[in-house]
């Protein structure tokens, strides 16, 4: 038997690294900003799905725009049906920074709410998206490791562990940790899986439709993602229905 040298045994229990040379941290900054489209008007639906298969369908208009520094975007969620939330607005301003500002508008009450961090775990207007999960969060919340690279649907995808880097980012998005597959042609995540704050996996998302909505920048939109809660067996389907990029937006 072939003894290891100490060199070999080094470069085994060295943490993976992307065959291109990137790191487990650059990926997911490449994955962070692949989505920063410069301006981008939707119409969207979303179906959720409960344990016994009764769906509820919601109808919503998006309105996005990306700030002068390139990093922070500026995001307005109009809903549009059924009657009982029509006309509920949810406001996520960026702040590369700082904490991100988040207002939901219920005109039931005729009231606009602060969100405060803690609120990032909490269900996106009965979803199973959490307000956290509607933009990406700051690569710098979670310390990131390089696992392997892995077909999925067809296509090569790195897999990536976030772990949050302090208490309070666990305790604010409710998740222990995360697995995202990242596509090593245009790095959009295929698909996640998300742990809770007693490492059960809690949820997983897929992610599909890869658009690309702005060729000189190579950004991409998924036209689809279906969230499925395993602790619940409730799911949420979000599709893109309209897309349009480069768009005046204020």
């Given at each position: 038997?072939?003894?290891?040298?100490?060199?070999?045994?080094?470069?085994?229990?060295?943490?993976?690294?992307?065959?291109?040379?990137?790191?487990?941290?650059?990926?997911?900054?490449?994955?962070?900003?692949?989505?920063?489209?410069?301006?981008?008007?939707?119409?969207?639906?979303?179906?959720?799905?409960?344990?016994?298969g009764?769906?509820?369908?919601?109808?919503?208009?998006?309105?996005?725009?990306?700030?002068?520094?390139?990093?922070?975007?500026?995001?307005?969620?109009?809903?549009?049906?059924p009657?009982?939330?029509?006309g509920?607005?949810?406001?996520?301003i960026?702040?590369?920074?700082?904490?991100?500002?988040?207002?939901?508008?219920?005109?039931?009450?005729k009231?606009?709410?602060?969100?405060?961090a803690?609120?990032?775990?909490?269900?996106?207007?009965?979803?199973?998206?959490?307000?956290?999960?509607?933009?990406?969060?700051?690569?710098?919340?979670y310390?990131?490791?390089?696992?392997?690279t892995?077909?999925?649907?067809?296509?090569?995808?790195?897999?990536?562990?976030?772990?949050?880097?302090?208490?309070?980012?666990?305790?604010d998005?409710?998740?222990?940790?995360?697995?995202?597959?990242?596509?090593?042609?245009?790095?959009?995540?295929?698909?996640?899986?998300?742990?809770?704050?007693?490492?059960?996996?809690?949820?997983?998302?897929?992610?599909?439709?890869?658009?690309?909505?702005?060729p000189?920048?190579?950004?991409?939109?998924?036209?689809?993602?279906?969230m499925?809660?395993?602790?619940?067996?409730?799911?949420?389907i979000?599709?893109?229905?309209?897309?349009?990029?480069?768009?005046p937006?204020?």
């Open positions: 038997v072939k003894r290891i040298t100490g060199v070999a045994l080094l470069i085994l229990t060295l943490p993976a690294m992307a065959e291109e040379g990137l790191s487990a941290q650059q990926i997911m900054q490449k994955n962070f900003f692949v989505t920063k489209v410069r301006t981008l008007k939707t119409d969207s639906t979303m179906i959720l799905i409960n344990e016994r009764q769906t509820r369908e919601r109808k919503s208009t998006t309105l996005a725009k990306l700030q002068k520094n390139g990093i922070d975007s500026r995001l307005l969620v109009k809903f549009q049906s009657a009982d939330i029509k509920t607005g949810f406001l996520q960026e702040h590369a920074n700082a904490d991100d500002d988040q207002w939901i508008y219920l005109p039931a009450l009231k606009t709410r602060r969100l405060v803690n609120n990032k775990k909490d269900s996106f207007v009965g979803s199973d998206f959490s307000y956290g999960d509607i933009l990406l969060p700051k690569v710098e919340f310390k990131h490791a390089l696992l392997r892995e077909a999925l649907d067809g296509q090569d995808n790195y897999v990536i562990e976030s772990v949050p880097r302090d208490d309070n980012v666990k305790r998005s409710g998740y222990s940790k995360k697995f995202t597959w990242v596509r090593k042609d245009n790095f959009l995540e295929t698909k996640v899986e998300y742990y809770d704050v007693n490492e059960r996996l809690l949820k997983t998302q897929t992610i599909s439709g890869h658009k690309l909505v702005e000189e920048t190579q950004r991409w939109i998924a036209m689809r993602r279906e499925v809660n395993h602790q619940t067996k409730h799911k949420t979000f599709t893109f229905d309209r897309i349009e990029s480069g768009v937006v204020a």
